[in-house]
């Protein structure tokens, strides 16, 4: 017992307090850029996000529900399948940012530290989680019908 006590306390300094990983579990989560940046305003950078979410369904990790990419934040639902959501996003971040910099002949950092996530509750309406993430565009104004807007998916559509 004593050593599954200090196994999770190895793993703790990774999530917030309070934060837990927990496979088959819905979250919905949101990272911002460094600065908070507009720099995903040029949609073919913010593809690069789109990319890794797309790479973390192939690799099996999420099964992802609806997602929108902001020119300074992303919001994500998904069911995590395999891993931890401290690790998975960390991957996302930094292969976004990898071929983001690579796409600009930049350097350094894009995303501010951490994130800011939710487990869902299995009693809420996932369709009416994802409705509101992918409308962020429509709430910001940056168009006025949401296929107007390139950077965003749900499965129900």
């Known amino acids: 017992m004593e050593g599954h006590i200090l ?8 999530l917030r307090k309070g934060r ?4 088959g579990r819905i979250y919905s989560v949101t990272s911002v850029t460094a600065g908070r940046i507009p720099i995903f305003k040029d949609w073919c ?3 690069l996000v789109v990319q890794e979410f797309r790479a ?3 690799d099996r990790l999420v099964s992802s529900l609806a997602w929108v990419v902001m020119p300074d934040h992303f919001h994500w639902l998904f069911e995590l399948k395999a891993g931890s959501l401290d690790t998975l ?8 940012a990898i071929a983001f910099n690579r796409a600009t002949q930049g350097k ?4 501010q ?3 800011h996530d939710r487990a869902v509750r299995y009693d809420d309406d996932i369709q009416s989680v994802a409705r509101y993430i992918v409308a962020n565009p429509l709430r910001a104004r940056l168009v006025s019908q949401l296929g107007d807007y390139p ?3 749900a499965i129900w559509v």
């Open 113 to 115: 530290k951490g994130f």
């Open 7 to 14: 196994m999770r306390q190895e793993h703790t300094h990774c």
């Open 89 to 96: 996003l960390k991957r996302v971040k930094a292969r976004s």
């Open 45 to 47: 950078l913010g593809r």
């Open 151 to 153: 950077l965003w998916d």
């Open 108 to 111: 350094g950092r894009i995303w």
């Open 56 to 58: 973390a369904e192939q």
């Open 20 to 23: 837990i990983s927990e496979i």
